[in-house]
């Protein structure tokens, strides 16, 4: 329910800070006083239009914040979760409206759009006047108000969960047609195809490895080439190290001869003949490690490019060439057992429907019982809110072909006002007044289904009184057992019948301003106020004996 009501600089009000309590709550006052401002302040809080107008003049900007109590079970607490808001204590909504023109929104303290801030809104509170009877506007909530009423939310679910198999069987039978109408265009095609990447056999991760092994050969391709030619040098024909062996034998049998002179000389000799043999031996070894297949090499680049020449041919890389082909087998299989797999899904569907079917018509027949029960429920009332001449009608439309997510209903609330007149839409058909009493008659009937947990009505007692007016007062205290009622009002018999009475009031503030101001009024003295919206300016004793009478007789 609504808890606070905190407004800034809007309009008329400078500062203003109120509490409501549960059950029925109703704001009166002369008419200019501020009651519209009231309501205004509170359409901006819930994500209503923002209008530069709104902000107290010569104010930068003012602000409305409305702070709620709500159930832990509630689907407002849901939609915070989801959207990453606090969500376990009290819900704040608080709207900051600039001269400017531009709003900005908070959800307990987090900015937030205005759209997000409406559909929390929407949650919490319904506003209901003569011109803003949202629950007879859309058909789409005629049909969520009449489940309600029928306890067929549960019913309602399996027909949606039957709804999503159909369209899911639906698509795979689309699906698989489209499949074998393509392949069968294309079957030489993708028997050729398939043939040819099943000869290849493209593995993954084939092309990066061949590439790595194509590069290792060339580059030892390269290297042997200069250990061959280094090893040709050092052991061909042309090699020095015969000569140098022979030169330094005869050396050394001159060494006596001349040692000062031959024995440096032959040590240098045979140490350079000792690294001449160990780099020979060397590149012979290095050249053993290093055998090169040239037919390794020509085989390896020959499956590379194969398998490049296919990716560039199919357009997909070359690791996706065996998923290709597993996918035209695949096309291939579906045509050549495309009768079997097709009659089975068209089974699916069948049955997908058939079930459906079945849950769709017992839904329909349970609204349509609901439905008449509902009719009995609001006629019950009317009488009593001076329509006893007019009819509820709820119009069911049912098509067994539209299988929509809902059913095969579409639900959409009537009246006739008058016999002999025709009937129709309500919205379209209604006055305001009968509109708002039709209302008024629907949310009784439906008590605290399908409702917000906080209900606002807007002068819906006007151009009414007497008997009526005490009906209208009798039926919203009434609703107020289950969900919280905030009621703007100028009928005494509505206020009287309230818990809480507020009481709006414009007066100056100095010579310059005027300002709005609500109080709420003691228990002791609303009786003043009631005789008050009876008598008008002067107040009598008569009219103080009627408010007691008001004040402290029995609902009917």
Known sequence: MLSTLSIRDIVLIDKLDLQFSAGMSVLTGETGAGKSILLDSLSLALGGRGDAGLVRHGQKQGQVTAAFDVPMNHPVRRLLQEN???HDADIILRRVQSQDGRTRA???????????????????????????????????????????????????????????????????????????EEARKEADYLRDSVDELSALDPQEGEEEALALRRQDMMQVEKIAGDLQEAFDTLDGPASPIPELASLLRRLER????????????????????????????????????????????????????????????????????????????????????????????????????????ALARS??????????????????????????????????????ENRGSEGIDTIEFWAQTNPGTRPGPMFKVASGGELSRFLLALKVSLADKGSAPTLVFDEIDTGVGGAVAEAIGVRLARLAENVQVLTVTHAPQV?????????????????????????????KDRREEVARMLAGSTITEEARMAADRLLHGTLV
């Open 84 to 86: 990453d808001l606090e």
């Open 363 to 400: 839904l329909s027949e349970k609204r349509s019982n609901a439905a008449r029960a509902l009719e009995e429920a609001v006629h019950a009332e009317l009488p009593s809110l001076k329509l006893e001449r007019a009819r509820f009608i709820i119009q069911q439309d049912t098509d067994p």
């Open 106 to 180: 908070f959800v307990n303290d987090a900015p937030v759009s205005a759209g997000l801030m409406r559909q929390i809104g929407a949650l919490m509170v319904e506003v209901h006047g003569q011109h803003d009877d949202r629950a007879l506007v859309d058909p789409e909530s005629h049909r969520m108000l009449l489940d309600s009423f029928g306890g067929l939310e549960d019913a309602t679910a399996a027909v949606r969960e039957a709804s999503r198999d159909v369209r899911k069987a639906e698509k795979t039978l689309k699906d698989h047609i489209a499949r074998i």
């Open 254 to 357: 001159k060494v006596d001869q001349a040692p000062a002179y031959l024995t440096s000389v032959v040590e240098a000799l045979g140490t350079a003949l000792d690294h001449l043999e160990d780099g020979r031996s060397g590149l012979e070894g290095a050249l053993r490690d290093t055998n090169f297949d040239r037919g390794e090499l020509e085989q390896t680049e020959e499956r590379l490019f194969a398998l490049r020449a296919a990716s560039r041919k199919y357009s997909r890389p070359v690791d996706e060439l065996a998923a290709l082909r597993d996918q035209m087998a695949a096309d291939l299989a579906d045509l050549d057992a495309g009768e079997e797999k097709l009659h089975a899904l068209e089974k699916a569907v069948a049955e997908a429907r058939a079930t459906y079917d």
């Open 495 to 523: 206020a009287a019948r309230a818990e809480g009475h507020f009481l709006i009031e414009k007066g100056e503030v100095d010579e310059e301003r005027v300002a709005t101001r609500v109080t709420r009024i003691a228990e």
